[in-house]
């Protein structure tokens, strides 16, 4: 009896000693960085920052205070641990939490609205609010049709580190696009790249305004279907002369578009009358469906791999002249390969290497003047980039957007789908036969050895 109960005593103290080392380790383990508590294992990495985002904090100077005003047992845990990265990533990043439940006085003291983070920047006076509907999105189209609410994406790094941007940085800069030639509208993807970049965005008619705004930092002109009136044309020259910028997405049109030619001329550029092709880097056996090669020395391409790919429909081509304006310096963005084409109206076809998009700067006495043109208007057309979601089309456009402005910086971080991915073998070749017959044959065949092997003993 006494030895049972001895032994009994044994386990009961080994028992509590194990417990305790429990509670202690996960009290050191909750003393740990959130990086280090909370393995990603998502297939897209939903919690890692990234470069632009390492970029941003490290040039942080001013401190910046994240609320996250709601209720604590309800905030999904996906915004929480994606709020604590930034605040182990840098000393100038503080996290609060707003009990929404306990004391609702402080959404009036904050000018705070329940069930978002808000990023404030008390240096420059500045905050911005970030709705947890904005960071875990969900799927419009399956509420509305099936009443379900399907999680579609997580946009946490990219609101967040967009937040911390604008409220930390001194001013934003305005970009207009204009009206009145039948422009196309830009979509809200590309308008919302703005917005994370602080860019203002607005549409003006020049000819109702009398001319471009006096805020404009950035005019743009997508996918014009009619000409310049010459008003127009001389608004936008004095705009230029004047140390502006102008950016124009326009391909080959039919119609005659003489200001828009000229305007072009000014700065060493001709917009053909025809289609570039290529017949080396194309998609899906489409030769005017082209993958175009990067001039890496353009700020437009900066941080782009050539194995990052940007998809150009129906372009037309950008010619820079032999002999510049005086002042005037040119660079190509983007070319076809050696094997490109340029087919024009009739059908003749013109071999050669072919720019599609390019940059001219004049350079004046007060500073200096750029325009910069893409012959392809479709290349940041919402058909094409949510339907081809890892093209660098959308980085190239908002790095050439933001290339010239001192304080702004492209960081239009995409959202993370949160949709479920599946391997699949597409084709039915070797791999399909090893993972589809071989492995699982295999399998089969150890286990029943395994089997026969034990059977006997």
Sequence with gaps: MKRTLKKGGYSAVLTLIVIAAAVVFNMMINKLPESMRRFDMSGRQLYDLGETTEEVLAGLDKDVVIYVVGDPESVDSRI????????????????????????????????????TLLVSCEETGKQRTVSFNDIVRVDEMAYYMYGQLVESEFDGEGQITSAIS?????????????????????????????????????????????????????????????DLAVDELTSITEYLN?????????????????????????YGMILEKGYAADTSRFYQNNPYYIFPEYNHASQAVSGIGDDELTLLTGS????????????????????????????????NQTP????????????????????????????????????????????????????????????????????????????????????????PVFCVIMGFAVWMRRRKL
């Design 80 to 115: 929480t641990a994606m709020v604590n990265r930034y605040a182990e990533a840098s000393d100038h990043v503080q996290i609060e939490t707003v009990d929404t439940v306990l004391h609702p006085e402080q959404l009036a003291s904050l000018n705070a609205e329940a069930n």
């Design 166 to 226: 604008q409220v930390t940085s001194d001013g934003a800069e305005q970009v207009y696009a204009t009206e009145g030639h039948g422009e196309s509208t830009l979509s809200q993807t590309v308008q919302d790249m703005f917005e994370k970049s602080s860019l203002q965005f607005k549409t003006v008619n020049l000819l109702e305004e009398g001319g471009v705004p006096n805020d404009c930092s950035l005019l743009m002109i997508y996918n014009p279907q009619r």
């Design 242 to 266: 004047g140390g502006g910028q102008v950016m124009i997405l326009a391909g080959f049109s039919a119609e005659e578009r003489p200001n828009l030619d000229a305007l072009l001329a000014e």
């Design 316 to 347: 037309s081509v950008v010619t820079l002249m032999e002999e510049m304006p005086e002042g005037v310096t040119a660079e190509s963005i983007m070319t076809t390969s050696e094997d490109g084409l340029l087919i024009d109206i009739n059908g």
């Design 352 to 439: 050669g290497q072919y720019t599609v998009a390019a940059s001219s700067t004049k350079e004046l006495e007060s500073g200096q003047a750029v325009l910069t043109v893409f012959a392809c208007p479709e290349m940041i057309d919402e058909g094409i980039t949510s339907t081809f979601t890892n093209l660098a089309n959308l980085t190239i456009f908002m790095n050439a957007a933001t290339a010239n402005f001192e304080d702004i910086s492209n960081i239009s971080i995409p959202a993370k789908s949160l949709e479920v991915t599946y391997n699949t073998i597409p084709t039915a070749g070797l791999w399909a036969s090893i993972f589809i017959f071989l492995i």
